[in-house]
């Protein structure tokens, strides 16, 4: 039986281009098959769907048509960020640019573990994340595979930088994924400070911090700057003038909102970032590119010490005497993808003033959509975008209705809209990451709720 073609070799190079073509056909066939942002059916139909396509998953001879069979299934069965009608989540459509620089990563799959595997790419790195760090007023930066890993990378620093403990004090409004990092690290049971507004509330963090301090031994403070319900930021120059004069470590959880550095227009809402001991960076959102893109950038680069460990097998002592770099304090994983690729090839295109640009065209249709909301007698608006998600609700609707409405959108696969709780309310939530929405998409989405809910 002859190998099949390897992807970097001479042969796999020329194989890859008829492979490449069959992915873009499936793709745009299923995209055709699916007809909108979402399959239509739910859960059970989906999965029938995609069972009846797959068939036998190991069959005992392979099918040579399996790559344009499978890739259109999972183009009709996907949720397409790039539809201007699905808005629910952080879920960002990737440039295309970013996407052809990861097939170029994939196909040569470089692995950040050890210098050997990967020259070009350990460099490229070093480079990228201390440039992104330097932009959010930080002194170097690890990859990460997003928020989730930041934060408990975060967590994890503090810990260690304070001697093995360290006490968690966060917003109601913070990440989810913070109360589970002091779990996993084994931290005592985070402090959790009022957030009524949806921003963490300044009098209630003094107080705490004032009751705690001396009394529960080291403290983080978690901040947020863009909650994932509503895209608010706290006031972080409050909240870093508060822990500096507790002794109190900040982190910033800025996976949603970091990408507001990019904009001249908007980057003043992130002052007060560059007063934070750590802040998680997440470029699978307001960045455009694929997943997974996220960093922790860190004041001290000195915190990252902490992570260094030694293998024989990738960094002995005498390579590292004889100059050959070591890798193995840039992570908590082992073998990791050259993920930042994708991100410098989308900097060096696009620069500061195309992802700005990008940045700023989100958030004016967000602000659109906010507007067309407040001018309908049908729906009430919760507040104006601070970045680019806008909750909104049916005028009148009690919270059942408004869930069921969300759910028949999902089912019949005409809209992708998300759900926030805020105080004793349920809106509907669209967040917009899609810079070549127009305001004829965002009238449409708004119609279809209305007639929904009608």
Known sequence: MRTPPLASAPEGLLALRPLVDTVLDALDSGRRARGGPLPAGGPGAVAARLRDAVGEILPEHGD????????????????DPADPLCAAHLHCPPLAVATA?????????????SWDQAPAASVLETLVTRRLAHEAGLADAVVTTGGTESNHLALLLAREAHGGTVHLVHGANAHHSL??????????????????????????LHATLTDLTGRR???????????????LIDPLPEIAALCAAHGARLHVDAAHGGGLLFSPRHR??????????????DLHKLGWQPVAAGLLAVRRPQDLDVLHQRADYLNPDDDTEAGLPDLLGRSLRTTRRPDIFKVAVTLRTLGRTGLGALVDQVCARAREFAGLVRDHPGFELHDRPTISTVLFRPADAPDHAVAAARRRLLTEGRAVLGRARLGDRLWLKATFLNPDAQPDDLAALLKLVEGTTC
Request: charged share 15%; proline share 10%.
């Open 268 to 281: 003043d809402k992130l002052t007060g970032l560059e007063a934070a001991d750590t802040v998680t960076l």
């Open 101 to 113: 620089a990861d097939l170029a990563a994939t196909a040569l799959n470089p692995s950040l573990d």
């Open 64 to 79: 040579p048509e399996a790559l344009r069979t499978l890739v259109h299934a999972l183009a009709e069965g996907a949720a």
């Open 179 to 204: 109360p589970r990092a002091a779990w996993l690290l084994g931290l005592p049971g985070p402090v959790v400070v009022p957030a009524p507004t949806g921003t963490l509330d300044l009098a209630a």
């Open 217 to 231: 031994g080291p403290l983080l403070v978690a901040a947020t700057a863009g909650t994932t319900d509503a895209g």
